[in-house]
């Protein structure tokens, strides 16, 4: 059945025996990042920054989850470098990375969403377009496009919504709501060794170029599959 967790409610969710955290204490804030008025800022517009934020809790791959966000990437269309929805197993204050690595690069193990306002370069899976694709571990392997996307850099919110089917090992990447991207693969296999808990989170990085880059209004929806007997309460 469907569970809504709306990130800054009390904290009344087990699925499958992850726990997902939603009161504001759930959170942990890494390098630049900080919440103000109901916005979660990853970076300023400052050179070198990153930022990521983390739930303290988990999400479990052998559930149907979709994860909703609203994402800001600043009104300089000459800016960097983007926003990253990250699936990862190690905990929740990983090192970051700078730049176009869009702070998550070289986390081992872990699986980035990605929504890229700069082009590194091919070998960064990058074009000229800001775009959204799937990356495993670091900017370099790139699994599911690069999907170009209109100019985001606009100075207004974007939505965004991914989905996890756990029985086909498919993710999709709605972006604006427009489906993007839609992608099969064992993560928990390939890149998690059989490990099906992970922690989530957004991160960001800025480097010579620059935006103000936040989010607001996240929320999972798990449908539990494996423990359907549990009730929550939002």
């Known amino acids: 059945f469907p569970v809504t967790i709306h990130v800054g409610i009390p904290d009344s969710s087990e699925c499958g025996g992850a726990g997902i955290g939603t009161a504001p204490d759930d959170r942990f804030f890494n390098g630049n990042a900080y919440s103000s008025n109901n916005e979660y800022i990853l970076t300023t517009a400052g050179n070198q920054q990153t930022g990521a934020i983390w739930n303290k809790n988990q999400l479990d791959m052998r559930e149907n989850w979709e994860a909703y966000f609203e994402i800001y990437l600043g009104n300089n269309d000459d800016g960097a470098d983007g926003i990253a929805f990250v699936i990862q197993d190690k905990g929740i204050n ?10 998550y690069s070289g986390l081992f193990n872990s699986v980035a969403v990605e929504f890229d306002d ?11 377009s800001d775009h959204v694709a799937i990356h495993r571990n670091e900017v370099t392997d790139f699994v599911a496009g690069p999907v170009a996307l209109p100019n985001i850099e606009d100075g207004a919110y974007h939505t965004a919504l991914i989905t996890w089917e756990s029985n086909t090992k498919t993710m999709t990447v709605s972006f604006d709501g427009i489906q993007r991207i839609v992608y099969s693969e064992d993560f928990v296999s390939t890149v998690f060794a059989n490990n099906p808990i992970v922690n989530f989170g957004l991160t960001a990085a800025t480097g010579a170029a620059v935006n103000l880059q936040k989010y607001r209004n996240l929320s999972i929806t798990v449908t539990c599959t494996s423990d359907p007997d549990i009730v929550t309460g939002k």
């Open 94 to 103: 990983p090192p970051l990375q700078a730049g176009g690595g869009l702070g």
């Open 118 to 128: 700069f082009n590194n370069g091919a070998g960064w899976g990058d074009i000229a």
